[in-house]
């Protein structure tokens, strides 16, 4: 159980471009998703916290106008990170938190964006 | 302040038990977990322990936390070639609803 799945795994495009990144609880509904970002060799950076049907919690620094979060249902959230730049470029892994007491995340399989 | 230490590196010899160590700052968490990460991949959850147990067995991983000198260890017995990955310690900051994560320490196997 606690499965969550991302999509798509690894995605390249052109500088100006937007790109969406899928993150699914497959078998719970997820009440809360995170959205962290990894540089190489370093330990997650937590993006934003999504709360079905309300507006994202964004850490600081984090721009929300460049990075758009929607958690549409129990099982779906989206990330779109728009008029990419190379900078962007990174791995995004996505976490689901069920409505349990143990405050637990399942992660996501991760999804490298490569910004050209 | 919310932080978590570690090590960046360990190495042992396949069939020696690894000890990962971890240190945080908020005395309110109220659960530590581990994570396993491998090359390219996301984060899998490799065991939780709630703030007020001292320590959590599940078959070759070992838990243990004091909580007064808010340290976590997280023992891996009889390590294997495919335990080489990064562990993340992390701690729930339930005032936030979030998470916080340390570096990860990357656990590396030697014949």
């Known amino acids: 159980g606690a499965v969550v799945s991302q999509h798509p795994s690894r995605v390249i495009c052109k500088s100006g471009t937007s790109v969406k990144i899928e993150c699914r609880s497959l078998d719970f509904q997820a009440t809360t998703m995170f959205w962290y970002r990894q540089f190489p060799k370093q330990s997650l950076m937590l993006m934003a916290t999504?709360?079905?049907?309300?507006?994202?919690?964004?850490e600081q620094g984090v721009e929300k106008d460049k990075f758009l979060i929607n958690h549409a249902s129990l099982t779906l959230s989206t990330l779109t990170v728009t008029s990419a730049h190379p900078e962007d470029s990174s791995f995004y892994i996505c976490?689901?938190?069920?409505?349990?007491?143990?405050?637990?995340?399942?992660f996501g399989p991760g999804t490298r964006l490569t910004v050209l | 302040g919310e932080d978590v230490e570690q090590s960046l590196f360990l190495s042992v010899r396949e069939g020696d038990s690894s000890v990962i160590n971890c240190t945080y700052t908020?005395?309110?968490?109220?659960?530590l977990y581990w994570y396993k990460q491998e090359p390219g991949a996301g984060l899998q959850l490799l065991t939780y322990i709630f703030s007020n147990m001292d320590m959590k067995q599940d078959q070759r991983l070992t838990v243990l936390l004091n909580k007064k000198d808010k340290h976590l260890s997280l023992r891996i017995a009889d390590t294997q070639t495919g335990d080489s990955a990064i562990y993340f310690c992390?701690?729930?900051?339930?005032?936030?609803?979030?998470?916080?994560f340390g570096s990860g320490t990357r656990l590396s196997i030697r014949p």
């Open positions: 999504s709360n079905e049907g309300s507006k994202a919690t964004y």
């Open positions: 908020d005395s309110s968490s109220t659960y």
């Open positions: 976490s689901a938190r069920g409505a349990g007491g143990t405050d637990t995340q399942y």
């Open positions: 992390a701690e729930s900051i339930s005032s936030a609803s979030k998470i916080i």
